[in-house]
């Protein structure tokens, strides 16, 4: 019974990228032939140098608990790639290691916020931020942007959103859903007004970093000195490496939020898996250029899907600079009916395609944007073309 839970978790919404999958899979036991464009997986296998340093792993005989906070070797693999990729200098101090960049987040949420604490959230954002603010009794404030803008908050917007109350902005680019990157001068304003609010810590989600398509170039909040005492940078293998179930993610910080996730993780998890942290090693340390191939193909997805989106009358698109989705207005079919079924909203939207194309999407509700939906390309070419023409046929 439910009201034997706590308040707590029944303030929680279920992750509708999760809840969408679940749905598709059920369908799929039915007998329907569903194409799952919902989950942010690549279809990709991982690739054989880091499948090879597992099973080295294996065959050195790890299976042991690892340190709470991640192996030094892990970390210092962290610090390279950090220095490397992004220009940040940390210590060992100043890394965690976490299942996957989810608990990273949570982990930073429940150190650093307060009861009644207000989180910045420009929308749209990744569909768990807002709840796992809420889980930490943070208060998330939410700061509209539309495809006028490519999905982006000013400089005047986050000001504006700023009270005595704000402790935090969290923030991701490239930006799931929207694929939207913030260029390092469009940070370097968001920074200035934050110089104003000291007491403002920033979380940057830069999970999609490598799935760049070259047009804006990826840039950190904590590369600006007088930013990284404040910016908490989050990352992990999960996207670029296509090593979602290897649930490895981490953290760059100040020292003291680090310690602070470390002691948390202590009495929740203790440390990640020592067989994926091993492979890490590896997939850190190599170039990131022995992964361009899939962000090669995700590029051709992105010309694929966006030509045939741009087909459907109703669909209005901005164009992706990064990660591997697409998030369509599609605002105006609300308040028409189709096939019997009236359509009041995305989430309507979204259950309509499902139902009726076969076809699982996650409403752009869940992100914050009641006007569109989430679209996955992370998916073989043929699937995407036979996505969209059931989409079309059925619109």
């Not at 290691?97 to 650093?112: D, E, F």
């Not at 943070?138 to 509209?144: A, K, L, N």
């Not at 752009?364 to 079309?392: H, L, M, W």
Request: aromatic share 8%.
């Amino acid at each position: 019974m439910s009201n034997q839970l706590s308040d707590r978790i029944n303030s929680v919404t279920p992750s509708a990228t999760l809840e969408m999958a679940a749905k598709a899979r059920e369908l799929r036991a039915s007998g329907k032939d569903i194409i799952g464009l919902s989950l942010g997986e690549p279809d990709f296998k991982v690739p054989d140098y880091i499948r090879e340093a597992a099973i080295q792993a294996v065959n050195d005989g790890y299976n042991s608990y690892t340190p709470v906070d991640g192996y030094g070797e892990l970390k210092e693999a962290v610090i390279t790639k950090f220095k490397r990729d992004n220009g940040l200098d940390y210590e060992a101090s100043q890394i965690v290691v976490s299942t996957g960049a989810k608990q990273a987040l949570y982990n930073v949420a429940q150190v650093c916020l307060n009861k009644g604490d207000e989180v910045i959230l420009p929308c749209p954002y990744w569909v768990s931020y807002s709840d796992i603010v809420k889980l930490a009794d943070g208060v998330p404030v939410e700061v509209p942007t539309s495809i006028e803008t490519d999905f982006k908050m000013t400089a005047e917007q986050l000001e504006t959103a700023i009270t005595p109350k704000t402790k935090m902005l969290w923030y991701s680019s490239p930006c799931n859903p929207s694929g939207s990157i913030y260029s390092e001068k469009e940070l370097r304003a968001l920074a200035d007004v934050l110089q104003k609010h000291t007491q403002i810590i920033v979380v940057s989600d830069e999970i999609y970093e490598h799935i760049n398509y070259g047009v804006t170039s990826h840039a950190s909040m904590a590369a600006f000195d007088d930013m990284y005492d404040r910016t908490v940078t989050v990352n992990g293998v999960a996207k670029a490496f296509a090593m979602t179930g290897w649930r490895i993610g981490f953290i760059g910080g100040p020292t003291y939020i680090a310690r602070a996730c470390n002691k948390l993780q202590g009495q929740v998890t203790s440390g990640a898996n020592c067989i994926a942290q091993r492979a890490v090693i590896t997939a850190l340390l190599e170039s990131p250029d022995r992964v361009r191939y899939m962000v090669d193909e995700f590029k051709e997805r992105r010309k694929l899907i966006l030509g045939l989106l741009n087909e459907i009358d109703g669909f209005q698109c901005n164009e992706p600079e990064g990660a591997f989705y697409v998030f369509p207005d599609v605002s105006a079919y609300f308040g028409k009916t189709l096939n019997g079924a009236k359509i009041n909203n995305a989430s309507d939207f979204a259950m309509y395609i499902l139902e009726h194309a076969n076809v699982a999407t996650v409403t752009g509700d869940a992100f914050g944007n009641p006007k569109c939906i989430r679209i996955s390309y992370a998916a073989s070419q043929e699937e995407i073309t036979e996505a969209v023409s059931r989409i079309k046929s059925v619109l």
